[in-house]
Nanobody, 116 residues
């Protein structure tokens, strides 16, 4: 079992920045990939960014160059630095981890609202 708790969401003006945090506990030694997903009202959940246990990162085209994903070596903290935020970034952001065995875990989500 892995427990995930997100924090850092909020209301920001367009062009502003926010940093999301995800605290992981439990079987963190089994984490292979950590990632951020988001879901806007009326839309499907979509990938934002991922980071592997080896440090490789992957970003959605819509956030490349504006968002940065990072994690600590212990894999119990993950961050998403979001710069140059746009109204279309408004969504609930979810922390996700995939264990080496393939099992997925999700956090409860944190709301990010970007005003124009």
């Amino acid at each position: 079992q892995v427990q995930l708790v997100e924090s850092g969401g909020g209301l920001v003006q367009a062009g502003g920045s926010l940093r999301l945090s995800c605290a992981a506990s439990g079987r963190t030694y089994s984490i292979n990939v950590m990632g951020w997903y988001r879901q806007a009202p009326g839309k499907q959940r979509e990938l934002v960014a991922t980071i592997t246990s080896g440090g490789n990162t992957n970003y959605a085209d819509s956030v490349t160059g504006r968002f940065t994903i990072s994690s600590n070596n212990a894999k119990n903290r993950m961050y998403l630095l979001m710069n140059s935020l746009k109204p279309e970034d408004t969504a609930v952001y979810y922390c996700n981890v995939q264990l080496f065995g393939g099992t997925l875990y999700w956090g409860q989500g944190t709301q990010v609202t970007v005003n124009s």
